[in-house]
């Protein structure tokens, strides 16, 4: 798909909104299911991550990755992969993620041509970087405690997206890490243009309210709304 291909930051800001990450690993009922009903409720954005203790591999990855993806389609959302530069090409996902351990940044950008481009990151450094080679966005985190990712760096808090933004880092972020409605407005008033969530939608029985209250939530974080 192309639709995404060149994103603009301005467009790339609105998209990061709200950003369900997960895989079936994350999920408490179908991940079908809770994307359908996600997507009902409000997400902006989708990155597949397909990781951990009993993660489908091969073709069954494949397989959940079509359907995850089928319905972001249908439905005008950024289907991103997280990691697996191969699979984002067998599926023309409009997008892949990747940390600072899964490889060299400028050798990624050139597999995947202008589709987007996201990179997590942790401090002011890793940032800079991103923005030197055109990432489309960045993930800032961790800004809580996690028990989602096992080997999550240590928490930053809200307060490196302040850093980073009085820093001139003016391109896309998200925060990511622990976030859940009771905590995500210091994450936007920091400087923000979303959050990023597993356990507070996969993990629940009622994936549609839950994205609800969050869109509500961040609606009302934002300085100029
Ligand atoms: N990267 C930093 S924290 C994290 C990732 C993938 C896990 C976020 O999961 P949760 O359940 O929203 O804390
Ligand atoms: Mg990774």
Redesign the pocket.
């Known amino acids: 798909s192309n639709l995404f291909q060149n994103i603009t930051p301005q467009l790339m800001k609105q998209h990061l909104k709200l950003y369900l990450?997960m895989g079936s690993v994350?999920c408490k009922k179908d991940p079908v299911e809770v994307l359908s009903e996600a997507i009902e409720g409000g997400i902006t954005i989708f990155q597949y991550?397909e990781k951990g203790d009993g993660a489908l591999e091969g073709y069954e990855k494949l397989q959940l990755g079509k359907k995850l993806q089928s319905f972001c389609k249908q439905n005008n959302i950024p289907f991103i992969v997280n990691d697996d530069i191969n699979l984002a090409l067998e599926l023309d996902a409009d997008g892949i993620h990747i940390g600072q351990e899964d490889g060299n940044i400028s050798e990624i950008r050139k597999l995947v041509g202008n589709k987007i481009l996201g990179v997590?990151t942790h401090n002011l450094a890793e940032a800079k970087e991103a923005v030197n080679l055109g990432t489309n966005y960045i993930?800032v985190?961790?800004m809580?405690e996690?028990?989602?990712?096992l080997d999550?760096s240590e928490v930053t808090g809200p307060n490196m997206i302040r850093h980073l933004r009085q820093n001139s880092i003016n391109i896309p972020i998200v925060g990511?890490?622990?976030?859940n409605q009771t905590n995500l407005k210091p994450v936007i008033t920091a400087g923000a243009d979303g959050v990023?969530?597993?356990?507070?939608i996969s993990?629940s029985s009622q994936p549609r309210a839950v994205v609800n209250k969050l869109i509500e939530t961040i609606d009302e974080s934002f300085p100029n709304k």
């Open positions: 990450v994350n991550r997590s993930g985190g961790p809580y996690t028990k989602t990712k999550a990511i890490g622990g976030i990023a969530v597993i356990s507070a993990a």
